[in-house]
């Protein structure tokens, strides 16, 4: 099983980006999908999740109004689009599988946001 995240990097405040997680060695239309942030110092933060089949979802009342989550099944790929990002965003982004008692993690993208 492999879930590998990209889009990270550095960004100023206001700023965009598109995260992707792209999953394979699993049936990925069976998981719930999540992203996880951590930053240095603080604990990991549970940021967005989606349902398997892409219909519902949810986003942290920190992120509320301006990062939303998606997926596309036939890509094996769930997303983490990131609006009018503040410095407070930046962490390590990292994918999380979950199906069951099955949990698995991709190596996380970093974000970070400065002037």
């Known amino acids: 099983v492999q879930l590998v995240e990209s889009g990270g990097g550095l960004v100023q405040p206001g700023g965009s980006l598109r995260l992707s997680c792209v999953v394979s060695?699993?049936?990925?239309?069976?998981?719930?999908m999540n992203w996880y942030r951590q930053s240095p110092g603080k604990e990991r933060e549970l940021v967005a999740a989606?349902?398997?089949?892409?219909?519902?979802?949810n986003v942290a009342d920190s992120v509320k109004g301006r990062f939303t989550i998606s997926r596309d099944n036939a890509k094996n790929t769930v997303y983490l689009r990131m609006n009018s990002l503040k410095p407070e965003d930046t962490a390590v982004y990292s994918c999380?599988?979950?199906?069951?008692?099955?949990?698995?993690w991709g190596q996380g993208t970093q974000v970070t946001v400065s002037s």
């Open positions: 999380n599988a979950r199906y069951q008692n099955l949990r698995y």
């Open positions: 060695g699993l049936t990925f239309s069976r998981y719930v």
């Open positions: 989606i349902n398997s089949a892409g219909g519902s979802s």
